[in-house]
């Protein structure tokens, strides 16, 4: 996560001041659930990228190794095990370290600098599962706000605008193909399934006529 975060840290989890955020958490966990197996068949040492405080790597591989990163240190307290202060696009760790790696959410920071990053750290036939917001949903609020490659966080005190870099599948995938990867599998997770595993619902995601604005929260690529 970018710096910004640290403005939002103390409440990034609440579900009830952020239940949009708390949505999109839930789309990447039900894809981190789907796509595991093809991630992690084999392997000892994984990465998550941009843990937050979640773990979800490391609770989804039980007796495996998993090193969290994230470049907040607010963002890390009570992770588990490893824990490194450090920018998803400068990952302190030699190259192919990892057997695998997770980035929930990561459209704060999803350039060629981080596909290429994680390209670096990865074993030559490992992957990397990544999600981002939907970017029909993304383009729609971005319009909305008038911004390009941000977000906006209502949190209590204000709003916050931090970095989102979202594009279309086609383009997704062509970025990890430019920054190394040779395979890229996309995996889109409805918004009703995780409305109605969650139980939250938000007004974020309805365009003007209460409509959802895409029937999808989350976009997972599993690049090899």
Known sequence: ???????????????????????????????????????????????EIGSGRGGALRAALPGRDVVSFDLNPSMLVGVPGIAIVADATSL????????????????????????????????????????????????HNQAQEGLTDAAVIIRSTGRVVVPSFVHEPSVQRALLKESGFQSVDVLQVELADVI??????????????????????????LAR
């Open 92 to 139: 302190p760790v030699l190259d192919s370290a990892f057997d695998g790696a997770f980035a929930s959410l990561c459209d704060p920071y999803n350039t060629r600098r981080f596909l290429s990053e994680a390209r670096r750290v990865l074993k030559p036939d490992a992957g990397l599962l990544m999600t981002v917001p939907n970017h029909t949903w993304v383009r």
């Open 1 to 47: 996560m970018g710096t910004e975060y640290a403005d939002v840290a103390d409440e990034y989890y609440d579900a009830t001041a952020h239940p949009t955020i708390a949505l999109l958490r839930a789309g990447s966990m039900a894809a981190l659930r789907m796509l595991l197996p093809a991630l992690a068949a084999r392997g000892e040492v994984f990465a």
């Open 196 to 221: 109605a595993a969650t139980g939250i619902t938000s007004q974020r995601l309805l365009d003007d006529s209460g409509r959802p604005v895409s029937p999808f929260i989350v976009d997972a690529y």
